[in-house]
């Protein structure tokens, strides 16, 4: 079996990277890169393929936190390459067998650094999770899965709350503010506009 292998910069590369083609059979991570701990939890919480964490000097307090935070296995960085290269074929294996019937690409929306994973129903950027309740993250995917097209507030009552209540308009609005606080409370702009008399949309980028 051939496999083939894709190098990212930064964690953040690699969240992206994930983000637009999730077919990887395995991630593997070195513990020196920064904020390592933080980007785990969110690689895991993007992919159920094998993490493999590596490092120069074992560390058996760290291999703890990395297994905790999500790795499948942390390991010294091997003598040699055929050693390396088992470790990766056995956490290969033992994912392709047990995920068989199950693996499959997940659903990722990426939109001007802010991804959105719908399996898990979770909103990251880099390295930061930004948790929204049902309401909030159906309002925000609805809004970035159609880019420049605006909703009508009638609109966005029928298909985010379904007829299971008759909102109010500030119901509404208060839901978009909260969106839009959490956004900037960790310094991610948010590209939600409203059109005035009209609705709101998500500004169209270039990702």
């Known amino acids: 079996m051939v496999f083939f292998i894709r190098m990212a910069a930064s964690p953040s590369e690699a969240i992206g990277e994930l983000a637009k083609w999730n077919e990887y059979l395995l991630v ?7 904020d ?14 094998p993490i493999l964490v590596m490092r120069h000097q074992y560390d058996g307090v760290e291999k703890i936190a990395a297994i905790e935070a999500g790795a ?26 047990l995920n068989q019937l199950e ?10 650094g ?5 399996d898990y129903h979770k909103v990251f950027t880099n390295t930061q999770k930004v948790a929204f309740p049902r309401r909030e993250f159906d309002l925000f995917y609805l809004l970035a899965s159609n880019p420049g097209r605006v909703y009508t507030l009638e609109q966005l009552y029928e298909l985010i709350w379904n007829g299971d209540y008759v909102p109010t308009e500030n119901s509404l ?3 978009l503010r909260r969106i839009r606080r959490k956004l900037e409370a960790i310094h991610t702009p948010c590209t939600m506009q409203n059109v005035r008399g009209v609705g709101y949309c998500f500004l169209q980028d270039d990702t």
């Open 103 to 112: 693996n499959r690409p997940l659903n990722f929306l990426s939109r001007g």
């Open 173 to 175: 609005h208060s839901c």
């Open 72 to 97: 499948d296995e942390y390991i010294q960085w091997p003598d040699t390459v055929p050693e390396g290269v088992a470790s990766c074929r056995a956490l290969i294996r033992r994912y392709t067998e």
């Open 28 to 34: 593997a991570l070195f513990s020196d890169t920064p």
């Open 114 to 118: 802010i991804f959105i994973s719908v």
């Open 36 to 49: 390592f701990l933080a980007s785990l939890k969110i690689l895991r919480s993007l992919t159920k393929a």
